[in-house]
């Protein structure tokens, strides 16, 4: 059973296109949702944390449906610099363990 | 801005060698975390640690690995016997609010020949 599932793509954008990406989680009791980007052969870091209202950050937008144990992230008006992998994480029940999905690859054609 | 560090960078050893990798997260951070990433696969769990103590660990956290912080501000990661197949990125990470945001280190690259 995979804990977090995502489309590995990979999506190819032209710049200036708005592009979404899905995750899912298979555990009911997670509490923390996150999006990170990771560049090729450098660490995760932080995009945005995903709450249950759902959020925004400029042309960053994620949602999450805890009935469909679904997150997903919108990325508007996209940017050559946004190319990059995107990963969900979402945290266990004990709240002390993360989970990563595969990642979902953009790249931002100009 | 403060940022955690991670040494070395790349450590190369030969199987059945111990090595030790090493960690400096954010003073005042209170959640420490290993994770390794194999080369193109997902980021893995390996252990947390919290009040001087482990919080959870994974199922490939097993007795070759352990982990220590062995003075308040350097977090290790210590392999015993290595296998090929614990070459991989490893990277550090630690917070300070649980469920907070887990800062990365810039990862130590793993080559077991």
């Known amino acids: 059973r995979k804990e977090v599932e995502q489309d590995p793509g990979p999506f190819n954008v032209p710049e200036g296109a708005t592009v979404a990406f899905n995750c899912t989680y298979s555990n009911s009791a997670s509490q923390s949702f996150f999006w990170y980007r990771q560049d090729c052969r450098k660490e995760p870091k932080l995009l945005m944390s995903?709450?249950?209202s759902g959020n925004e950050d400029g042309r960053f937008t994620a949602q999450l449906n805890r009935a469909s144990q679904y997150i997903s992230l919108l990325i508007r008006d996209s940017k050559l610099s946004d190319s990059a992998t995107y990963l969900c994480v979402v945290n266990g029940d004990t709240g002390n363990q993360f989970y990563f999905g595969t990642g979902t690859s953009l790249t931002v054609i100009p | 801005e403060p940022e955690v560090t991670q040494t070395p960078s790349h450590q190369v050893t030969q199987m059945g060698q111990e090595v030790i990798l090493r960690c400096v997260p954010i003073s005042n951070h209170l959640y420490f975390y290993w994770y390794r990433q194999i080369l193109g696969q997902k980021v893995e769990f390996l252990v947390s640690?919290?009040?001087?103590?482990?919080?959870?660990k994974s199922e490939i956290f097993d007795d070759q690995f352990s982990v220590e912080r062995p003075d308040g501000s350097n977090f290790t990661l210590k392999i015993r016997s290595t296998k090929l197949e614990d070459s991989a990125m490893y990277f550090c990470a630690s917070f300070r609010d649980r469920g907070g945001e887990q800062y990365f280190g810039p990862g130590t690259r793993l080559t077991v020949t």
């Open positions: 640690f919290y009040n001087n103590e482990i919080s959870e």
């Open positions: 995903v709450y249950s």
